[in-house]
């Protein structure tokens, strides 16, 4: 009962009692084993990026992010990684909360590792071998798990004739899934990934989305930035479509399948005459 009164209370409303009220759901719907971000706005200059964003994700589920290019679709990864702190809005990962905006001299528990991101630029150093940028983020000593898990993250993702090459000594789809591998060596529970199929060809594209499925099935919750409608229609447990800073429909394939709005089903017409 006290869940379904939380439940139904209009999102971005948190009070203290939520926090330590059910420990099942928090605020808004939102559920402790999630990451829910609530009505996240971001502002730059005069330009409103986000509009009260909100979406979630679940381990083991895909979410499909979609929308045309200029979106918001990379200002939302950002803000949902807190590398653009968002002007206002809450973030839930689990039993963090971020409550936006940050108090003054506010101390902050960053989100990472467990919530990790790629981004389309991969953001590779050009002076470090890919081992040595996968490591990086790791410090200096690696224990014996993170050891490990490295080591077989290299054999699952056939890395092991190129990882000690610097990026610019091997193709795009290499540098990629060293990008995967370096959020992935993290262990994180929550992974957003924007667009890391787009400069690929079709056989390498197939590959890291079979490998989507089998993070899917670790029980690592993704967030998919794509133009890849096919995939979305097909894995996504949930999808969210954006345009101009705001998310304009959500929900499951239907959105996709039978979309309700006109921007909708032109989008997916062009992107099926596209592909
Ligand atoms: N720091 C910033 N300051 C001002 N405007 C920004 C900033 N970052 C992004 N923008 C603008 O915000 C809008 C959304 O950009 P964003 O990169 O999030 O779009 P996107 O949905 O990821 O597009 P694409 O599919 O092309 O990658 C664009 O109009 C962009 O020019
Ligand atoms: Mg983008």
Do not use: C
Not at 147 to 153: C, D, F
Not at 207 to 217: D, K, P, T
Not at 256 to 264: G, S
């Amino acid at each position: 009962m006290a869940s379904q009164q939380i439940h139904a209370r209009s999102v971005g409303e948190i009070t203290d009692q939520d926090r330590v009220g059910s420990p099942e759901y928090v605020a808004g719907g939102a559920r402790r084993d999630e990451l829910s971000a609530i009505n996240i706005a971001k502002t730059s200059g005069n330009k409103q990026l986000l509009k009260n964003v909100s979406l979630s994700i679940r381990p083991g589920e895909i979410t499909a992010l979609i929308g045309p290019s200029g979106a918001g679709k990379t200002t939302l990864l950002k803000a949902l990684s807190l590398l653009e702190i968002p002007d206002s809005g809450n973030l839930l990962i689990d039993d963090l909360t971020y409550s936006f905006p940050f108090r003054k001299n506010q101390k902050v528990a960053p989100p990472w590792p467990k919530l990790t991101v790629v981004f389309q630029q991969l953001f590779l150093w050009p002076h470090l071998t890919l081992r040595k940028n996968i490591t990086l983020p790791l410090g200096n000593h690696l224990d014996e798990p993170t050891s490990a898990r490295l080591e077989q993250l290299i054999d699952r993702f056939k890395m092991r004739e190129f990882i000690d090459r610097h990026p610019n000594e091997t193709s795009i789809g290499q540098r990629q899934r060293a990008a995967l591998v370096r959020a992935l060596v993290l262990n994180p529970k929550y992974i957003l990934l924007d667009e890391i199929t787009s400069s690929l060809d079709v056989e390498q594209v197939a590959y890291i989305l079979s490998e989507l499925r089998v993070m899917q099935e670790q029980g690592i919750g993704i967030l998919l930035v794509t133009h890849l409608l096919h995939f979305a229609r097909e894995a996504a447990d949930s999808i969210v479509f954006m345009e101009h800073g705001k998310v304009i429909e959500s929900g499951g394939k239907e959105v996709l399948a039978q979309p309700r709005q006109e921007r909708i089903k032109s989008f997916v017409a062009m992107a099926e005459f596209a592909s």
